[in-house]
């Protein structure tokens, strides 16, 4: 097969990937958070569960009026939805779902998840400059303040695991950890700093002054409707799984299993929806902190925090 | 000081863990959802839905004389009522129009407390919605029906359920 | 000049580094219609106004075509979370001008269903802060609570809301067999199950305190010189409470405290809603203990024409309900003056959220917890 054959091959299965992880997440978040509040959640397109429910959802997506409001910036408001789902959709080129399924074993890994990443920001940032609307602008200067603050913390969380495993290559960190086992076991610190940062990076409640419904109705998406909402919708889910199989390579192990090549890959999966379970979880549970004080915890607590963990990580290593 | 900040964030995440607990036995407990139209709650006695009229179970006739003491004593003017004077082969009087327009009513009971012939009653009946406005002014004889199939009760004066 | 352009120039006067935001009137955190403008320089606000008026049903005109009794179902819907408390404040206030007696069961009746009530709403509050505050769980937490409290209203009133339940000279109908222990089953899961776990979940959440401690302080000399009622003058730490200092009805036979905290921020107004229903459900056994048989309807006069004057008021959950009537001899009252609570504490809004930020003001309006119902009549 030519090379192109195949990379188009791969973009399909994980354009379909996203759009069936996105669809199911939905529904997840839909359904725990009912179950936590004592109701049931999704339950009458297709019952019992309500799982048709995200069929249904997809579909009054697609079929919906993309209202634009008259005095935004056509073009940049046209695009941010694209700007904001293209580096998500890009981060799967290096995800490793198990011992060769990855699309790129790149080495420099790492460095190109984080470049990828921010440009989410600027996504956010046109949604919210180009709708021309007051809400949206402060939910994009909220972004703009919060993503840039904790993809610091974030980046130098990650660096404490690079010195150990000593490669940038996501897979070479899997494979050093099936040889060495797990690396939250000298990088529990980094863990928490990284899973913090995460929710920040997310925008995922106790961090979610971005969207802030209470506050900014909607936040950066406020103007939007229709396939464009969707696309928000599919890419904010993405990147929660994409943050999660990170922390899954980055701390647990990753694939790393006894049972061959369809048992990696499941237990790769397992371990990362536990993961979004838990970030879920946390969202039904905790009030939203304050603008101030997400930065107070960003540049006062986690940065110094990621600072001593490479410190520490160091100091193990000189042992 | 590192001491002091030590212990707030122990205490901050042992106060985070037991919120998260919460939610996680909530989790399991029963839910309280209720699926409206395929499952219902059981109505408690003396539950207002709308007000109707009732019939008297020997001769199948309404109760009301149509004195329009209700119409008077509705607060909205929901009540329309017009008696039949001078009919013979029957010895009271009734009304000939009883006309309640659900469109104004708020199920406040005063009508049924104020009625002094029990010609009126409380019903259990929610279930009201309309297509058409028109459809929600309801004549005597559909309030006649609603008396029949519903659960309906008069409650006045302190008495008890 | 339309308003538009109005506000137009009053922007340019302000400058362009200042931002004009309108929070309302269709915002998920106003509580009902609530329209802030607000000026805003970054994040905080540098001036707040509110616009009311969006639910106005000119209440106080209408009763006056209403006869006495008719215009009990409207004051359920003055404050539509104290509806029995509104319905009590009317109430006492005609049988007050006519002297109309009532007997002794129904007042224990009344106080029972009142402080019902106060619970009800005190648990919407809860819950309406925490969604304020971005926590979706809790405010479900609460209303389950409030729904299940609903039932039990429901059995004796016939309705989940709008009660009409309290008449003059008595209350409409007895309570059925079996229902105070329901009401005490509840009270008990309040107290065992429920608050604590309302504590666990929100209440000692590090971020909760973050974001409610020394936040939005209210001072005494202000909660005073604004007329703030209920757990809002009560959080700034003044000792008033009618139930305790003008007792009406029968509220002068049960032994509860009056919950005061200091400090006058977020936290105390909100801790002192919850400690109410603690003291709630301590009035509402007391009166269950002491309860007497007998009739819950007195007499009332068959033509009831009362003349003169007369203003009374109950302790509401949001504070003093006040009834202002003024009769004429006639079958309908000449005037009803409703004193809200929420009025005159929403008209601090202006002077606590100058300076905070924007997703303080929304927490502001939380505590003050304004009912929209009340405040437009
Ligand atoms: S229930 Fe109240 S509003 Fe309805 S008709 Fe009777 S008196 Fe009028
Ligand atoms: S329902 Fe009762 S009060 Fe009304 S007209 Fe008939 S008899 Fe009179």
């Known amino acids: 097969m030519p090379e192109w054959v195949m990379a188009i091959i791969k973009i399909l299965i994980v354009l379909a990937f996203i759009g069936l992880n996105g669809m199911f997440l939905i529904w997840a978040e839909r359904k725990v958070a009912g179950f936590i509040q004592a109701r049931i959640g999704p339950a009458r397109v297709g019952r019992p569960q309500g799982f048709f429910q995200l069929f249904a959802d997809a579909i009054k997506m697609f079929s919906k009026e993309d209202v634009r409001p008259a005095a935004a910036d056509k073009w940049v408001w046209w695009f941010a939805p694209v700007v904001f ?9 290096v995800l490793p779902f198990g011992p060769n399924v990855i699309g ?4 420099i890994g790492l460095i190109y998840l984080a470049a990828v990443a921010s440009f989410a920001l600027l996504g956010v940032f046109m949604a919210g400059w180009g709708s021309n609307n007051k809400y949206s602008l402060l939910g994009a200067m909220r972004a703009g303040a919060q993503m840039i603050s904790y993809e610091i913390p974030l980046i130098l969380a990650t660096i404490g695991v690079i010195m150990i495993t000593g490669t940038l290559s996501t897979q070479g960190i899997v494979e050093y950890q099936v040889a060495h086992g797990w690396n939250i076991k000298t990088q529990f610190l980094a863990f928490v700093v990284f899973f913090i940062a995460m929710l920040a990076e997310l925008n995922r409640t106790p961090f979610d002054l971005v969207i802030a419904e209470s506050e900014l109705t909607s936040g950066f998406f406020t103007e939007y409707s229709g396939i464009r909402w969707g696309m928000f919708m599919f890419a904010e889910y993405t990147n929660i799984f994409v943050m999660s199989a990170l922390a899954v390579t980055l701390f647990f192990g990753g694939w790393a299993s006894p049972f061959g090549l369809v048992g990696s890959v499941l237990i790769f999966l397992i371990k990362t929806y536990a993961i979004v379970f838990l970030i879920i979880w946390i969202r039904w549970s905790v009030p939203r902190v304050r603008i101030d004080q997400l930065m107070t915890l960003g540049w006062k607590f986690l940065l110094p925090l990621s600072l001593f963990n490479i410190v520490f990580t160091g100091l193990i290593l000189l042992i | 000081m590192l001491g002091g900040v030590l212990g707030n964030v122990y205490n901050a995440t042992k106060s985070l863990i037991k919120g998260h607990l919460v939610t996680l036995k909530e989790l399991r407990t029963p839910k309280i959802t209720v699926h409206y139209p395929d499952e219902r709650l059981e109505l408690p006695l003396g539950s207002r839905g709308m007000p109707a009229l009732k019939v008297n179970q020997d001769t199948g006739l309404l109760n009301c004389t149509a004195c329009g003491v209700c119409a008077r004593e509705c607060p909205v003017d929901a009540i329309e009522v017009e008696a039949v004077v001078g009919e013979k082969g029957r010895k009271k009087r009734y ?22 012939f029990d010609a009126l009653e409380m019903s259990d009946a929610f279930e009201i919605s309309r297509y058409d406005l028109d459809d929600l002014i309801f004549d005597k004889e559909q309030l006649a029906e609603i008396w029949k199939t519903h659960k309906a009760v008069r409650i006045t004066g302190g008495e008890k359920l | 000049m339309s308003e538009i352009e109005a506000r137009r120039l009053k922007a340019e006067e302000v400058g362009h580094e200042k931002l004009i935001l309108n929070l309302g009137p269709q915002h998920p955190s106003t509580h009902g219609v609530l329209r802030v403008i607000t000026t805003l320089e970054g ?42 408390n509104n319905e009590h404040a009317y109430v006492l206030a005609v049988e007050k001008l006519a002297g109309i007696e009532v007997p002794e069961r129904a007042e224990y009746i009344r106080v029972i269903m009142s402080e019902l009530n106060r619970i009800a709403s005190h648990l919407l509050t809860f819950g309406t802060f925490a969604m304020d505050m971005g926590a979706f769980t809790p405010f479900l937490y609460g209303f389950r609570e409030r729904e299940l409290l609903y039932d039990i209203f429901e059995k004796v009133t016939g309705a989940r809301m709008m009660h009409n339940y309290v008449r003059l000279s008595g209350v409409r109908n007895d309570l059925p067999d079996g229902w105070d222990k329901e009401v005490l089953e509840f009270l008990d899961r309040l107290e065992n199950d429920v608050i604590p776990d309302y504590y666990d979940l929100l209440i000692k959440n590090p971020i909760f305190e973050a974001r409610s401690l020394g936040v939005g302080v209210l001072t005494k000399e202000d909660a005073i010189a604004y007329g703030a009622a209920g757990p809002i003058l009560r959080g700034s730490g003044i000792d008033w409470d009618l139930r305790r200092d003008m007792p009406y009805s029968i509220y002068d036979r049960f032994d509860f405290e009056v919950i005061t905290r200091e400090e006058g921020d977020h936290y105390a107004r909100f801790m002192v809603r919850m400690d109410e229903m603690i003291e709630s459900a301590k009035i509402i056994r007391q009166a269950f203990e002491q309860m ?21 008021a109950v302790e509401g959950p949001r504070g003093e309900i006040g009834v202002y009537l003024v009769g004429d001899g006639n079958f309908k009252p000449y005037r009803v003056k409703w004193r809200a609570p929420s009025f005159s504490n929403l008209s601090i809004l202006p002077l606590m959220a100058k300076g905070q930020f924007v997703a303080d003001i929304v927490l502001t309006i939380g505590t003050l917890d304004p009912i929209f119902g009340e405040v437009d009549r």
């Not at chain 3, 209403?66 to 359920?76: A, F, G, H, K, Y």
């Not at chain 3, 007497?292 to 009374?312: C, F």
Request: hydrophobic share 40%; net charge negative; proline share 9%.
């Open chain 3, 43 to 84: 994040e905080r606000i540098t001036e707040a106004e509110p616009d009311i008026g969006f639910l106005h049903r000119n209440f106080e005109k209408i009763v006056e075509g209403w006869t006495w009794s008719q215009v009990i179902p409207l004051t359920d819907r003055n404050d539509y979370l104290a509806n029995i």
């Open chain 1, 85 to 93: 789902f293209t580096p998500v959709a890009m981060a799967f080129l």
């Open chain 2, 95 to 116: 009304p000939a129009i009883y006309n309640l327009d659900m469109t104004h009513c708020m199920q406040c009971n005063l009508c049924v407390e104020a009625c002094p």
């Open chain 1, 104 to 107: 790129l074993d790149m080495n």
């Open chain 3, 292 to 312: 007497p048989e007998g009739p819950v309807m007195g007499k009332v006069p068959r033509v009831l024409k009362p003349e003169g004057d007369i203003y009374s």
